[in-house]
Each structure stands twice: as structure tokens, then as C-alpha cells.
DNA sequence: ACTCAAGGGATTATCGATAAAATCGCGACC
DNA sequence: GGTCGCGATTTTATCGATAATCCCTTGAGT
């Protein structure tokens, strides 16, 4: 239960901001509000939601000067964390990473019908993860993931927004593997950092461009969003059915 | 109440591995068992305690390899905020600095009695915490802060079995101070380092020489935590009443 | 004497309900 | 016509109890 409510927050079906209910969280995965409110406060420590006291949750909200930080503060930890791979990975490592890429590569980005990619969603973060796996510190590779979880909230909206980063990711993902395996470690962080600065550039363009900044209150969720029919009850929003 | 049993856990007041069963964390505290899963739940989200499913909660353990571990993560990440406070830091920062030092040098480390030192204990927080906090990421302080946390166990530990790093805690300090104020990044950095490595050092060194290893079972407890006379109930013991 | 199995006790996880709090809507007042 | 205040409804936070799980002890069997 707790995986299925993280996994819908990762994949970008509740609109940032969104207040949780426990009733309808407890209705709807058909558990009690105890269990639904440890699960929130798990990911509300996570930060991947938000709680304030006596107003209960709300999904994390997204804003470009906090994506802005994410990516500079995630490209720093990524380049540590890589540097110390390429230096200290053995063996397991290496065949961790050739596994993954390979795994990645052939598993299809979007389904036939064009929705969307839980499969490779998880091979594309278990690629990532084996790349800093090699690190050999584990607080360095949480604090790695936990940051990448937290990119992901925006790389899924990115990814509705803005469709010009689709064609090269697979040749991203192959250059970082065989730098990898060569040990580069400058051309290696130098490729990471584009890898990851890449679609936060474009989404950040488009968000300024559109107008939506720190408080949009639902120009994100008339796009794809709108497909789970689930309807807008934000109190914030005015112009109700 | 989640700040009552924070305190007690990063005071050092329960030993590690130690069993936190929901009753009588319930009873001492006078609340339901409810809310004490609820903190438990999210200081188990940030590291201080651990959960094993169906087997409810336990104290973090301490190893040197953890420990080992987070100092080299924490020098790594304060040192890349720390440069960042001295390029980006404003006058606030300064001021702040300037403040919190202060505050912290005036506070005795410890009470007339000898006993612990809890107002210390937050000026040196908010000490560390203002020399990071001008770094302009909200992101890597709140990773600063989580990694200080987590070490915080350790270093209270660290208070009581060694004792020849007190004396210069206070120099330390004002040179950190002093150091942010010429904004001189490099020795600054280097200051860092050393500050949080000593302890570090010394603890571990005190380790190996005791043979506390990663699984000592309680030779941390028969020390200044008997103190508090809670009667040590751990299945583990064979010795028993 | 040792191993294995079943029973009893203790502890955790979940549930439904109650109490506290905040929000929203309606009406009175300025 | 606009604003403030009060009451009703929704929502959160807490509680006590039940059900499920695990650990330890006790006993028989080998």
C-alpha cells in the first residue's frame, strides 16, 4: 500500500500541491486511515509530500527556483559519488552497470499505445543507482537516490511538457556506461551533468515561457493529467464545473 | 512529544539496538500508542531509529563502519556548502555567524554539576548550521543537517568514553568563525574537516583499542547511561535477574 | 543430554470510533 | 454593497481495542 501511494506520486497522477484526504486515500486502497496516515508521514519525511500540522498532507509542490536548486545540488552529489565509482568500483561494479544499461536499453521507453513507461522508469533508476553503486559509501548512494526520487516528480512532468529530449537518451545512457567502463572519470562526470542538467533546462524554459511559476495552480494538470478523470476539488481553483 | 523522544534518542539516553517497544514508550510519555508509532515512523524515515516489519523498532546501531562512513560523506558534502557560504554568503550570513559563535562560546559546555549540556548541545547546532546556511540551497542544508543528526549519536558517545578533545573545541570554533569572516575558502575547508574529523578519530581509535566493534552488545551501556537507572532488559543479555 | 514441537505470553499492526480543529457557507450588521 | 461573526460540515488527530504475529518457555521424544 505504501509502495502503490509512492508510486502514484511518482508517476505524476496527483498534481503537485493537491491536498491528500486520509478518507479518500483509505477508500481507495481500501485500508484504514491509521495505515494511510503512516504512509504519508513516511513520505511527507521523504518529502515527497508535504504536512502541515492540524491541515493535514498535501502533494509536494513544485516550483522552478526549488527544481533549480534540486538539479545544482544533485549534479554536485552525482559528480562525488561518480568520481568515487570510477575509482574504487571492482568488478561487481562493472558487470552491475553493463547489466542495467543493458537491461535499460532494451526495455521500450512507451508502450504501443503510447502510455506511459512503468517498466522502464525502473530501469532507467536502477541503471542510475548501479552507476553510483560503486561508490562504496552508502549514505553517499541514499543521499544520491533520495534526490533522484526527488527529480523524478518533475522529470515525469517534464516529460508531458516538453517531448525534445526523447531521441538521445539511449545514446546518453550508452556513453555513460562506456565511460564507465573506461574509467573516465572527467569526461564521465562532465556527461552526468549534462545527462541530468538537460531536462531540467528544458522544463525551467517552458515554465517561464507558459508563465507558470512557483504557484501555478493547474496549468500543469489540463494536460495529460486530465486522462485519470479525476476531477480538479482544489478550493483553489474558482472556476469550478 | 516527537521532540521529547528525538531528544532522548540523539542525547544518547537509550543505548544502541535497543528495542523501543510501543507500550512503554506510550506510558512514559502518556500518550497513545498511536502517536508514538507515528514518531517513531518518521525518525526511523530519518535514520535515528530502524524498523524491522513485525518487529517493530529499535534504536539505530552504531558501527565504526557507519561511522566511518558518514564522517567521510559529511566532510565531503559541509566542505562543498561550506565553499559555497564563503562565495555566495551575504551580510545576514555573516551577521548570523558572527551571532551564533558568539551565543556558543558563552554557553558552558557543561552544567557546574558536571551533568550533561542541552543548551550547548543547540548552540552548536545553530553554530554549524549558520556557517552552512549561506550556501543559497535549502537542499544541501537539509542534507548538512541530516548527516549532523546522524553523527550527533556518535559524537555523544564519543562525549563520554573519550575526553581529550575538549579543551580545544572552543579554538576550533573560533577559527572556523574567523576563517568564514576573511571568507578564505581553502583554509576554511581544511578547518572543517579537521573539526569533524577529530572526534571521529578518537572514537574510533577507542573502539578498536576496547574491541567494541559493530555488534558490541552493551559495553557502551555499562558506562555514564546506567546513570539514568533504566534496568537493562535486552533478550540479548543471558545474564539476567 | 540434545532436538524438536506445541502452548502461552507478549508485542506489533490494524481497525473503527471519538474528540479536536479548521474550513466553508450563511446571515446579520455596518 | 461589503465585511465581520457565528454555526454546520468536513477533516484531522488521538484513542482504546481487536486481530495477527512473533518470541520464549515448557514439555515430550529421540
Redesign the interface.
Same mark, same amino acid.
Given at each position: 500500500m505504501f509502495e502503490e501511494l509512492r508510486a502514484d506520486l511518482l508517476g505524476g497522477l496527483m498534481e503537485p500541491g493537491q491536498r491528500l484526504k486520509l478518507t479518500v486515500l483509505s477508500s481507495r486502497f481500501g485500508v484504514s486511515q491509521?495505515v494511510v496516515?503512516?504512509a504519508l508521514?513516511?513520505l511527507a519525511? @521523504?518529502g515527497l509530500a508535504v504536512s502541515s500540522p492540524q491541515r493535514g498532507f498535501s502533494v509536494r509542490p513544485l516550483s522552478v527556483a526549488?527544481l533549480s536548486?534540486?538539479t545544482?545540488?544533485r549534479v @554536485?552529489?552525482e559528480s562525488?559519488a561518480l568520481r568515487q565509482s570510477f575509482e574504487l568500483g571492482d568488478l561487481a561494479w562493472e558487470t552491475q552497470v553493463l547489466a542495467t544499461h543493458h537491461t535499460l536499453q532494451r526495455t521500450p521507453v512507451t508502450r504501443p499505445d503510447g502510455s506511459v513507461h512503468d517498466a522502464w522508469s525502473t530501469a532507467h533508476r536502477e541503471f542510475h543507482r548501479a552507476l553510483l553503486a560503486g561508490c562504496g559509501?552508502?549514505?553517499?548512494e541514499n543521499?544520491a537516490t533520495s534526490?533522484r526520487d526527488?527529480a523524478e516528480l518533475y522529470r515525469r512532468w517534464s516529460w508531458m511538457l516538453t517531448d525534445d529530449h526523447l531521441r538521445d537518451l539511449a545514446a546518453e545512457h550508452r556513453l555513460l556506461k562506456d565511460l564507465a567502463l573506461d574509467r573516465d572519470a572527467d569526461r564521465g562526470v562532465e556527461a552526468l551533468a549534462e545527462h541530468i542538467e538537460r531536462s531540467t533546462r528544458d522544463l525551467i524554459a517552458y515554465a517561464t515561457e507558459h508563465g507558470l511559476d512557483s504557484d501555478s495552480p493547474d496549468p500543469v494538470g489540463t494536460g495529460p493529467v486530465a486522462r485519470h478523470g479525476r476531477p480538479r476539488e482544489e478550493p483553489g481553483s474558482p472556476s469550478s464545473a
Open positions: 491509521s496516515r503512516e508521514t513516511r519525511e @521523504q526549488d536548486d534540486l545544482r545540488v @554536485q552529489i562525488l559509501s552508502p549514505h553517499l543521499i534526490l526527488g
